[in-house]
């Protein structure tokens, strides 16, 4: 068994805050590949965006998850990761992927701060066409997919946690 957990999908599915659960459950570390942007960067996702562009911020999260050398851990990625194929190659070597599927609109209702929060888009891409553009990709590299719409994060965390410790 491959030994940390990934998680994938799209900001404000709950990658974060389940995963921190999800943590404690196996009793893993945690690692969310946002903040580590930051603390490396040192400074926030937006301010990255805003001085040198979605692409660069893609750039830069494929840097850091390939850097990744744990175990025993449920890594958060950024909403973006399943942009690169090589990043996400590399967390198929190292964990599972689990895609944490959230309906547009229950994002839409979850995303408070869109214009503030960092999310890499194309200037003129709108939130719906994000969206649409990444279920591809997020079911392409997924070994699971979980519906994250009706469960409490709790609920989430101890399903996904119930499927990691029976293999699936």
Same mark, same amino acid.
């Given at each position: !068994?491959r030994?940390n957990?990934?998680?994938?999908? !799209?900001?404000?599915?709950g990658?974060?805050?389940v995963?921190v659960?999800l @943590?404690? /459950?196996? @009793?893993?570390?945690?690692v /969310?590949? +946002?903040?580590?942007? $930051?603390i490396n960067? =040192?400074k926030p996702?937006?301010?990255?965006? /805003?001085?040198?562009?979605?692409?660069?911020l893609?750039?830069?999260?494929?840097?850091e998850?390939l850097?990744?050398?744990?175990e025993?851990?449920?890594?958060?990625?950024?909403?973006?990761?399943? &942009?690169?194929d090589? @990043? !996400? +190659?590399?967390?198929? =070597?190292?964990?599972r992927?689990?895609?944490? /599927?959230?309906?547009?609109e229950?994002?839409?209702r979850?995303?408070?701060?869109?214009?503030s929060?960092g999310i @890499?888009?194309?200037?003129? $891409?709108s939130?719906?066409?994000? &969206?649409?553009?990444?279920?591809?990709l997020?079911?392409?590299h997924? +070994?699971?997919?979980?519906d994250?719409n009706?469960?409490? $994060?709790?609920e989430?965390?101890?399903?996904?946690? +119930?499927l990691?410790?029976?293999?699936?």
């Amino acid at each position: !068994m491959r030994p940390n957990l990934t998680l994938i999908g !799209m900001p404000g599915a709950g990658k974060s805050t389940v995963g921190v659960i999800l @943590a404690k /459950d196996l @009793a893993f570390g945690f690692v /969310d590949t +946002d903040i580590l942007i $930051q603390i490396n960067r =040192q400074k926030p996702l937006q301010r990255i965006l /805003d001085e040198s562009g979605h692409l660069e911020l893609r750039r830069i999260e494929e840097e850091e998850i390939l850097k990744l050398n744990v175990e025993h851990q449920v890594i958060a990625t950024g909403g973006s990761a399943v &942009y690169s194929d090589r @990043a !996400m +190659d590399h967390l198929r =070597q190292i964990s599972r992927i689990v895609f944490i /599927d959230v309906e547009f609109e229950e994002i839409s209702r979850r995303i408070r701060n869109f214009a503030s929060r960092g999310i @890499a888009k194309a200037p003129n $891409q709108s939130f719906h066409e994000l &969206y649409l553009e990444r279920q591809a990709l997020y079911r392409r590299h997924a +070994d699971l997919r979980v519906d994250g719409n009706r469960l409490s $994060q709790e609920e989430l965390a101890a399903h996904i946690a +119930d499927l990691y410790r029976q293999g699936a």
